[in-house]
């Protein structure tokens, strides 16, 4: 790998990041025990701002019309991106949040908080490195579930809790190299819905990004991702990622959410295998 390319990467990412509003959001409190589906073993997480998430499955299929092909696009080619993965983590400002019932194996006892995301993108320009695309629709949801059962292989478990927050994606920007397997971008989500009974105050925006990582075994035995199973040329890859979050009193809620879209990512972040 030339170390050109991975600066170039890195600069890259650094420029989707500037979009979000500060370093740190707004702090908000969760009660999952106020959950409709609670089973008394819910945690009262009193002042956080981001959610961590584990490394998670995305699979990239490319659509019919595109002249080029996944690793070697041409401007104007679309692509739909599908993300699935869960919260490992509650954090204040980089600080881990006591949330014992929190559970991250996916049986057991606790409850499990799961991530959805579906993405559309278009590329915009392509160079010998890689190439940049826009990002225009989509939409996101996040689940509680008071019995833990997300399962990769079996690409269940993701959606069958109850429903914390939901959104479309509007915007948003990538960059890819993939002769480096290497990719960063950010998507941004209005929050339509969200369980006002649990946050505290009600959610208004959040951001957030996720990465790729192919050098983790994320996407080890997966042959579909959200219900859609892999085809000839589709990308299957792990994702890193987090959710940061902003409460502020307006009705309208934006949510960041970045997720690579392509390949390997060499500006590795901590976070759970599959």
């Not at 019919?64 to 092909?69: E, L, P, W």
């Amino acid at each position: 790998m030339k170390k050109t390319r991975l600066t170039a990467l890195a600069s890259a990412g650094a420029l989707l990041a500037m979009a979000a509003p500060g370093a740190f959001a707004q702090n908000i409190a969760a009660d999952y025990n106020n959950s409709a589906v609670s089973d008394g073993d819910g945690d009262i997480v009193a002042a956080f701002n981001l959610y961590d998430l584990a490394v998670g499955a995305t699979l990239i299929q490319a659509a019919a019309t595109n002249v080029g092909t996944t690793a070697a696009p041409v401007i104007g080619d679309r692509f739909t991106g599908y993300y699935q993965s869960y919260v490992t983590a509650h954090q204040l400002d980089g600080v881990v949040q006591n949330a014992p019932g929190l559970n991250t194996s996916g049986f057991g006892a606790g409850y499990e908080i799961t991530v959805v995301a579906q993405f559309e993108e278009e590329v915009t320009s392509v160079s010998a490195g890689g190439y940049t695309s826009a990002i225009t629709g989509g939409s996101a949801s996040m689940y509680f579930d008071t019995s833990p059962d997300f399962n990769f292989v079996s690409d269940v478990g993701f959606t069958d809790g109850e429903l914390l927050l939901s959104g479309n994606v509007v915007s948003g920007g990538a960059v890819s190299a993939p002769l480096l397997l290497s990719g960063f971008a950010q998507l941004d989500i209005v929050v339509q819905s969200q369980n006002s009974a649990i946050f505290d105050p009600d959610i208004a925006a959040a951001q957030g990004i996720f990465t790729l990582d192919l050098r983790s075994n994320a996407v080890n035995g997966i042959t579909s991702v959200g219900g859609q199973l892999a085809g000839v040329g589709d990308q299957l890859l792990g994702a890193d990622g987090n959710l940061q979050l902003q409460a502020v009193p307006v009705p309208a809620a934006v949510w960041l959410l970045g997720s690579a879209v392509a390949g390997l990512v060499t500006l590795r972040r901590r976070g759970n295998a599959v």
